[in-house]
């Protein structure tokens, strides 16, 4: 079984600040592991996957994450956000057997102050 | 345009009724799924269908049931509403094999049972 959690519920941050949204993940097996955003009244997007080689890496809009199987995490982070960046961000784990099937986290909602 | 439309938005029902959530892709892929997200609850995998086929079914209960007339279609029909289905159900597709797990989600239909 998989599972994910992401600790905080809430984030908040300033325009230009730096950000890191946390994700401890469980899995039996080497997991495959995502981060999608939900903008207001829109569907998840991918940001970024991750399957195997270098742990840290790099997704759309500025955003990367680290990959740390002593740690069972996958933080998401970006040097210096934007108001547009203020969405809910999910964390999902997949056993990668091609069935499409990801185990989510609650989602983290970030508010980025102008 | 939105490659992944869901119908309707918004859906206000009955107990005991019955409804039908929409979902067409335009995105070409063989793969389509459905998952839901109820209230304080993370997004949960509920069906994969790949190449009009149903794959998997995580959902206990027979009053959903998937139905796929065309390649790119695959509607939710849920029978004998009850409060607790009250939920945002998210279509999404991939395609199938290696890249199974990037998912593209349409906007989801928010259902409301009374």
């Known amino acids: 079984a998989q599972s994910v959690t992401q600790p905080d519920a809430r984030v908040t941050v300033s325009e230009g600040a730096s950000l890191q949204l946390r994700c401890k993940y469980s899995?039996?097996?080497?997991?495959?592991l995502f981060w999608y955003v939900q903008y207001p009244r829109q569907g998840l997007q991918l940001l970024l996957k991750y399957y195997s080689g270098d742990p840290v890496v790099q997704g759309v809009n500025g955003f990367e994450a680290e990959f740390s199987k002593s740690n069972s995490s996958f933080h998401l982070r970006k040097a210096s956000v934007h108001w547009s960046d203020s969405a809910v961000y999910f964390c999902a784990v997949s056993s990668g057997a091609n069935t499409g099937k990801l185990t989510f986290g609650h989602g983290t909602i970030l508010r980025v102050h102008p | 345009d939105p490659k992944i439309i869901q119908k309707p938005k918004y859906l206000v029902a009955v107990t005991g009724s019955e409804k039908i959530l929409i979902c067409e892709q335009y995105?070409?892929?063989?793969?389509m799924y459905w998952y839901r997200q109820s209230a304080k609850k993370p997004l949960e995998f509920m069906f994969s269908?790949?190449?009009?086929?149903?794959?998997d079914n995580q959902t206990a209960s027979s009053r959903f049931q998937p139905q796929s007339s065309k390649k790119n279609h695959l509607d939710l029909q849920i029978t004998a509403l009850k409060p607790d289905d009250s939920a945002t159900y998210f279509c999404?597709?991939?395609?199938?094999?290696?890249?199974?797990?990037?998912?593209?989600f349409g906007s989801g239909t928010r259902l409301t049972v009374l």
């Open positions: 269908y790949s190449y009009q086929k149903l794959m």
């Open positions: 995105l070409g892929h063989n793969a």
């Open positions: 899995s039996s097996v080497t997991p495959y």
């Open positions: 999404a597709s991939s395609l199938p094999g290696t890249s199974a797990e990037t998912l593209y």
